[in-house]
């Protein structure tokens, strides 16, 4: 079944650039996930990259997607004190019957 | 326009005591999946339900745990006998069919489970 694997800590300066990475095993996926839970709460979608392209840009967020090294990463530029959350990596498996999710990358920011 | 809708937002159960966790999806959706989030671990897969069939509960441990999803009313993820281990944050999500590109799932705020 699908693979997801991602680090599960990242800690940065305020407003310098987040990265995130993630690797997943399953080749046939055609959307690509990142979703965002903050504390106590459910997860949210934050941003998607169909599988045919290279990188997607949405004002702050930066998504690359290499397919041939099945690597994913979110970028957050001028990283904030209220980006601090869980992102999570996720793609459906082969059979599009669910979405696996990694173990999730808690973002905490440093003065 | 209500969201994932699930209850109770916590629960305390002793060893051995039932829980039933409930989750109505949002409106106009179908397709219902129920997660497990242990403590600082990832979501882990656990069913996914469309009304009154289990399409895949490979997630679900074979023993204890139940989940449905009936013609009227929520889903609900039923746990017998809890054990400690069972402590940790289920959550429900929601979707129209998920095709072969796949699709947003909206999630609700979770059920957290302690067992004493």
């Known amino acids: ?111 | 326009n209500a969201g994932v809708m699930q209850n109770p937002r916590h629960l305390v159960r002793r060893r051995g005591q039932e829980a039933r966790l409930r989750c109505s999806p949002m409106k106009g959706h179908s397709h219902v999946y129920w997660y497990r989030q242990l403590p600082e671990e990832g979501l882990k897969f656990m069913v996914y339900l469309q009304k009154e069939n289990i399409i895949d509960e490979s997630g679900m441990p074979k023993e204890r745990f139940s989940a449905e999803f009936p013609k009227e009313g929520p889903s609900i993820l039923r746990i017998q006998q809890v054990v400690r281990g069972d402590s940790a944050a289920y959550f429900c999500a929601s979707s129209p069919p998920l095709s072969g590109s796949g699709g947003e799932l909206f999630f609700g705020e979770g059920s957290r489970l302690t067992v004493l």
């Open chain 1, 1 to 111: 079944g699908e693979d997801v694997e991602q680090s599960l800590f990242l800690s940065v300066r305020e407003g310098d650039s987040s990265v995130i990475n993630c690797t997943y095993t399953d080749s046939s996926s055609t959307y690509l996930y990142w979703y965002k839970q903050e504390p106590g709460a459910g997860l949210q979608l934050l941003t998607y990259i169909f599988s045919n392209m290279d990188m997607k840009q949405d004002q702050r967020l930066t998504v690359l997607l290499n397919k041939k090294d099945k690597h994913l990463s979110l970028r957050i530029a001028d990283t904030q004190t209220g980006d601090s959350a869980i992102y999570f990596c996720a793609v459906p498996d082969s059979s599009a019957s669910k979405i696996i999710f990694g173990s999730g990358t808690r973002l905490s920011i440093r003065p």
